[in-house]
């Protein structure tokens, strides 16, 4: 299946952060444009992350160790590990998450 980024509809879904989805049978992509200075609250979910910096500069805090990523820096998020963050920058990040998120499904 092949898939256009731009023909997809963004959904903010915290204050200054909106993503396009991608859903595959395992996986979801997330991908991201945040607005510089938007913070994502420390939280945690049973899925499994891989967040890829492609653009900008975000501190990431993962299990209480924060980092300023930029662009190609990978950090990777076990399932129910706290992690939060703020850019720095406007950012572009795509993440990956297992399980699908459901609750990113359009409806």
């Known amino acids: 299946m092949f898939v256009e980024l731009d023909q997809i509809e963004e959904r903010e879904i915290v204050p200054g952060y909106?993503?396009?989805?991608?859903?595959?049978?395992?996986?979801?992509?997330?991908?991201?444009?945040?607005?510089?200075?938007?913070?994502?609250?420390?939280?945690?979910?049973?899925?499994?992350?891989?967040?890829?910096?492609?653009?900008?500069?975000?501190?990431?805090?993962?299990?209480?160790?924060t980092r300023v990523c930029t662009a190609g820096s990978v950090a990777v998020i076990p399932s129910d590990v706290a992690h939060s963050g703020i850019a720095k920058t406007r950012c572009r990040i795509l993440d990956i998450f297992y399980p699908v998120r459901e609750d990113y499904r359009t409806g």
């Open 18 to 65: 909106r993503a396009r989805f991608i859903h595959s049978e395992n996986n979801t992509l997330a991908y991201w444009d945040i607005d510089a200075g938007a913070a994502l609250p420390d939280h945690h979910h049973p899925h499994e992350q891989v967040a890829n910096v492609l653009e900008g500069t975000f501190e990431l805090t993962v299990a209480g160790k």
